[in-house]
T-cell receptor, first 116, second 107 residues
């Protein structure tokens, strides 16, 4: 099953460190979105990228950044980690840039980040 | 503010009983609404979307603009329906999710 793949699956960091999470979309999908899911909550939107350009940004501090590469894979970077950044980080890909014409999101299994 | 509310964190019903998972939304425009589901050890995946007006795995959901609701219903629950269910609407460039309802179907 060539679904959305994320790496690593688990990560433990200490406060103040930096982390990079990686995502490979489904082949042919040009849009990648990142979501943060804190325990007991629904996923919360962080970024969307389409054709290597940022198309949307959620209510997250500038410590969070992302980029999309020519092969449409993506990285999410978080600097100066805080305890509150501990969460499951989900990557989702879709065929097109979803404005009014929703292209279903296909989610990866996520990266579980623990900040100690 | 754009918000999705799922008032029940946990819902438990017996096999064969009807199921209704509640979802209310707060959105100023014309919403496009979805239900996503996560079965045990699986990825979050789309269950259904309101514009399709379809029934998936026996589930249906009707958009009620007057009550700003999009409740998910199934007349006869099955054990394999046990999962985490998230209601979401399409905002600008993003999905806004509710906090989810964990549905447990008892044998």
């Amino acid at each position: 099953d060539a679904g959305v793949t994320q790496s690593p699956t688990h990560l433990i960091k200490t406060r103040g460190q930096q982390v990079t999470l990686r995502c490979s979309p489904i082949s042919g999908h040009k849009s990648v979105s990142w979501y943060q899911q804190v325990l007991g909550q629904g996923p919360q939107f962080i970024f969307q990228y389409y054709e290597k350009e940022e198309r949307g940004r959620g209510n997250f501090p500038d410590r969070f950044s992302a980029r999309q590469f020519p092969n449409y894979s993506s990285e999410l970077n978080v600097n100066a980690l805080l305890l509150g950044d501990s969460a499951l980080y989900l990557c989702a890909s879709s065929l097109i840039f979803s404005g009014r014409d929703h292209s279903p999101l296909h989610f990866g299994n996520g990266t579980r980040l623990t900040v100690t | 503010a754009q918000r999705v509310t799922q008032p029940e964190k946990l819902l438990s019903v017996f096999k064969g009983a009807p199921v209704e998972l509640k979802c209310n939304y707060s959105y100023s425009g014309s919403p496009e609404l979805f239900w996503y589901v996560q079965y045990s050890r699986q990825r979050l995946q789309l269950l259904l979307r309101h514009i399709s007006r379809e029934s998936i795995k026996g589930f249906t959901a009707d958009l009620n603009k007057g009550e700003t609701s999009f409740h998910l219903k199934k007349p006869f629950a099955q054990e394999e329906d046990s999962a985490m269910y998230y209601c979401a609407f399409q905002g600008a460039q993003k999905l806004v999710f509710g906090q989810g309802t964990r549905l447990t179907i008892n044998p």
